[in-house]
C-alpha cells in the first residue's frame, strides 16, 4: 500500500488550519519571518524560530550529533533571508532528560559552525533538564534567530508578477523536513545503511543570497520579487505562502536532476509522485521569482542553480507538470 505524509503520522492540513485561525487574530503574520519596523530607525527586524523535527531521530540511531545544530541554524536562518534580511544573531534551546555534557556539546557546536556559515552570532541560549519528560539518551532542540533589512528592501512576494521566472537552488538532500515518512518507509537497518545521506545537513544559502541582494548592480539587485524555503508542504505551501492573488506558479519538475536519495525514498515506501513533491523539497532547497529579463543573470550569480518553471496568471496555486 502506498505511503503518505499523513499515513506516517503528519497533517499537514491540521497545521494550515491553525494557522489560518491564528490568523484571523493575528492578520499580519503567515510569512517566512516576523517583520518588526525599528522605531527611529531605519530598519526592519525580521525574527524566526523552528526546529528540525524527528530529523533528531536519525541523530540518536547513529549516534551522530555534531551536524544536527547546523540544521538548526539553516531553518531559521534560511527563512530570514527570504525576507531579505541578514540574521544577526541566534539562540538555541536544548532541552534533555539527563544532561549528556559531551553530546550536548557537539550538538551546541554544530550550531556554531551554522551560525559561522550563516555569519550571525549564537549570543545565548537555554539548556533544560527534566528528568521523566524525554526518552534516554534524546533530546530536543529550538532555535530562534533575529535578522535585519533597511525599510524598503524587504522582500515579501507582492512584487511577484506574472512572467516572472521560478529560480530553484539545489539542497542537500531531504534538509529536515519529511523524516516522519522517510522514517516510515526505511527500517532501522536501512537507515542506519543511508545514514549519511539523509543526515546531510541543511544547506544554508544566507550568504549567496544577500551577495545578490547587496549588489552594486541595482536593477539586478530588485529584481528577486520573492524568495521561498521550501521546507514542510513542500513547493504548494512554501511558494503558495509568497503569492499574490492573480498569480499561479508552473514548476517543470524535469528541469532539475532529482539526487538519488528521493528515488529511493518513493521506491522502498510505494509515495506516489504527487506525494513526494507535496511533502519533500525533491533536490530544491531555495527557490526565487525573479523578473524575467535578469533570470540568467541571477542563475548565473547563484552556483549550481536551475530555472525551474515561471508565474503565469490564474487563480493562486502551484502546479507541477
Known amino acids: 500500500m502506498p505511503l503518505t505524509y499523513a499515513k506516517s503520522g503528519v497533517n499537514v492540513g491540521a497545521g494550515n488550519e491553525l494557522v489560518r485561525r491564528i490568523k484571523r487574530k493575528l492578520p499580519k503574520i503567515g510569512g517566512f519571518g516576523g517583520a518588526y519596523p525599528l522605531k527611529g530607525t531605519d530598519r526592519v527586524l525580521v525574527s524566526s524560530t523552528d526546529g ?127 523524516y516522519s515518512l522517510i522514517r516510515k518507509v526505511f527500517s532501522g537497518k536501512e537507515l542506519k545503511k543511508h545514514v549519511k545521506q539523509l543526515l546531510a545537513p541543511t544547506r544554508i544559502y544566507v550568504k549567496e543570497i544577500l551577495a545578490l541582494l547587496e549588489t552594486r548592480d541595482s536593477k539586478l539587485a530588485t529584481a528577486v520579487h520573492g524568495i521561498a524555503h521550501i521546507t514542510g508542504g513542500s513547493f504548494k505551501d512554501k511558494i503558495g505562502r509568497i503569492l499574490p492573488s492573480g498569480c499561479k506558479v508552473v514548476i517543470k519538475k524535469n528541469s532539475w536532476n532529482v539526487p538519488k536519495v528521493f528515488g529511493m525514498i518513493a521506491k522502498a515506501g510505494n509515495v506516489p509522485e504527487n506525494e513526494m513533491y507535496g511533502t519533500l523539497n525533491m533536490g530544491i532547497g531555495m527557490v526565487l521569482a525573479v523578473h524575467p529579463a535578469f533570470a540568467k543573470k541571477v542563475k548565473m550569480r547563484l552556483k549550481g542553480s536551475r530555472i525551474i518553471g515561471k508565474i503565469v496568471k490564474g487563480k493562486k496555486g502551484v502546479d507541477i507538470i
Open 52 to 178: 528540525v523535527g524527528t530529523k533528531l531521530k536519525l541523530a540518536f540511531l547513529s549516534g551522530i550529533h555534531d551536524t544536527i545544530g547546523i540544521d538548526l541554524v539553516a531553518m531559521n536562518a534560511n527563512d530570514i533571508v527570504c525576507c531579505g534580511a541578514k540574521p544577526l544573531f541566534f539562540l538555541d534551546y536544548f532541552a534533555c532528560g539527563k544532561l549528556d555534557v559531551k553530546k550536548a556539546e557537539k550538538v551546541i557546536s554544530g550550531i556554531k559552525k551554522g551560525c559561522d556559515i550563516a555569519g550571525c552570532l549564537l549570543i545565548g541560549g537555554e539548556t533544560a533538564e527534566m528528568p521523566d519528560f524525554y526518552k534516554k539518551g534524546e533530546y530536543d532542540l529550538a532555535g530562534f534567530c533575529v535578522g535585519s533589512v533597511k525599510k524598503g528592501k524587504e522582500i515579501n512576494g507582492r512584487k511577484i508578477r506574472p512572467g516572472d521566472v521560478l529560480v530553484g537552488l539545489p539542497s542537500s538532500g531531504p534538509h529536515s523536513n519529511g
